[in-house]
């Protein structure tokens, strides 16, 4: 079978790659871009293509020939940010935590404050109700 020719853009250039049915896509385009095939994703028309090893993958791109590829993915000497570690993904938790907790207990003050300050308007406006024994007194 001939080899398939498509164009990949990356980071604003455009290759020629001619894909052989017996090499994985992702290895001769990852070559061509200097981009290892483990940092490397193909997208073509929105959809990014199966991974590499996928049956799916060549029946993708076998009717493609021609057709322009997107590739994304960092270059090897080019360093990944490294994942947070368990003590750092702790802190954060337990600011999230204590933020929130303090956001409760704000929102708690706050409330009860509206309710002794509307008791205490309240207790000026309305005349209080007397008891029955104080009210035969009265009259």
């Known amino acids: 079978m001939q080899p398939l020719s498509i164009r990949v853009k990356h980071r604003g250039a455009e290759v020629e790659v001619a894909l052989r049915p017996d090499e994985c896509p992702y290895t001769t385009v990852g070559a061509a ?5 483990d940092r490397l994703k193909m997208l073509r028309a929105g959809r990014q293509l199966p991974p ?12 493609a020939d021609g057709a322009v590829f997107l590739a994304l ?6 360093q990944l ?3 947070p570690g368990l003590v ?3 802190v ?11 956001l409760q ?14 008791s205490f308007f309240h ?15 009265d009259e």
């Open 88 to 90: 750092q993904r702790s």
């Open 92 to 102: 954060r938790a337990a600011v999230d935590v204590l933020g929130a907790l303090s």
């Open 52 to 63: 590499s090893g996928s049956p799916k993958l060549w029946d993708e791109i076998r009717t």
């Open 105 to 118: 207990a704000v929102w708690g003050w706050v409330a009860a404050s509206v309710g002794v300050i509307a």
């Open 73 to 78: 993915g960092s270059h090897l000497d080019e």
């Open 33 to 37: 871009l200097r981009v290892p095939p």
């Open 81 to 83: 940010p490294a994942a």
């Open 123 to 137: 207790s000026m406006v309305v005349r209080p109700e007397l008891p029955e024994r104080a009210r035969r007194r």
